[in-house]
């Protein structure tokens, strides 16, 4: 596992980044959705500062990734009712 040294432009600054080379391509996606991203609120809202423009983007991520974890704590919650229900069956197939 080699690593790079590459550079992610994020809302017209150069940050400096040294990657494991299986995670660049996943690297520089990051870099460009939150590019997209920044250039929605620009266009969408007006909003020129680019530190209103970052937390609107943080914002927005961090709602989201609320909501993944909250669907997947569901999902694991549902999957170990299943689990349990198969195991009493099972339990109740071998008494």
């Given at each position: 596992?080699?690593?790079?040294?590459?550079?992610?432009?994020i809302?017209?600054?150069?940050?400096?980044?040294?990657?494991?080379?299986?995670?660049?391509?996943?690297?520089?996606?990051?870099?460009?959705?939150?590019n997209?991203?920044?250039?929605?609120?620009?266009?969408?809202?007006?909003?020129?500062?680019?530190?209103?423009?970052?937390?609107?983007?943080?914002?927005?991520?961090?709602?989201?990734?609320?909501?993944?974890?909250?669907?997947?704590?569901?999902?694991?919650?549902?999957?170990?009712?299943?689990?349990?229900?198969?195991?009493?069956?099972?339990?109740?197939?071998?008494?």
């Amino acid at each position: 596992m080699s690593e790079l040294s590459i550079k992610i432009r994020i809302a017209e600054r150069e940050y400096p980044m040294r990657v494991k080379e299986e995670e660049e391509e996943r690297i520089r996606a990051v870099g460009k959705i939150l590019n997209e991203r920044l250039r929605f609120y620009k266009d969408q809202f007006g909003i020129q500062d680019k530190q209103d423009l970052l937390a609107m983007v943080a914002f927005e991520t961090m709602a989201e990734k609320m909501k993944l974890e909250d669907e997947h704590s569901s999902h694991v919650s549902q999957v170990d009712q299943q689990l349990n229900l198969l195991d009493d069956l099972l339990s109740s197939v071998n008494k």
